[in-house]
């Protein structure tokens, strides 16, 4: 009885929220936010300027390679994906929507965005005064901040846990700010994570390996609360009681879905970079210490 009056105030709450008594179609699922689209069509505009100012004067490929730029553009498309159209709409209604955008929010795109050198290819973009003054101020802290594995690991890990607390994702499913400030968190513990692994293979002391244990690590604890999720007996989250059926779900059912997309697909990038931190970490003691040439 107290679970099911607690589903229909939630249900009340969300709706209010988000202004439709039913699931959106497709042609319906966007979520048009400036909270969103500013940043987002700033970025973009910034960096397209940018790069043509960079490979004009460098030539294309030099400063950031081709692959980096497709890298970008292709977490540019996933964060459209999962905060524009169509997730963000039908996370609202199912927990296995809600949970694909946020794994794409922090597993995903942070390292395609990552890959195309955003701000240094956007400072480019910007006038000279403005690019100095951004470099002289923002610099040091960033890479100083990009060097600290563990507590990125650790923040990248507690972002993920705390925001699924039954209790948290139905106070964000009832305040758009929360909803806003829930995402951001996710991209920004996304970007310093993926950052700080990535820096690794920069520093001559550590090399790969502890951005390859950092990203197992990770992994790990992303398989094993998704794992919970798939395998538990009773639906967690009342807010999806009345929400998933909806969608033509079960509220069990939701979750099951929810934490099999947490527990394998959202796995791969942290395995794929781990394996590329890796083998480019193999390659780079390789070149340092070549294998001398042996006599016939």
Known sequence: MAVAATAHLWAWAAFAHDGHPHPPTLAQAWTLSPMVLVPFVLLAALYALGLVRLWRQAGIGRGVSVAGVGGFWSGQIALALAAIWPLDAYGAWSLAAHMAQHMLLLALVPPLLLAGKPFAVAAYALPRRWSSALHAGLHAPLTRISSWLVPAAVAHSAVMWAWHLPAALEAVLASAPLHHLMHLSFLLAGMWFWAAAWRRLRDPGSGAGGGVVALLAVMMQMGFLG????????????????????????????QQLAGILMWV???????????WLLWQGLGRNERRNPTPETGP
């Open 227 to 254: 794992a919970l999720l798939a395998f538990s007996q009773r639906a967690l989250y009342p807010v999806y009681a009345l929400r998933a059926p909806e969608v033509g779900l079960s509220a069990l059912a939701d």
């Open 265 to 275: 697909p959202s796995c791969i990038p942290y395995l794929a970079g781990g394996l």
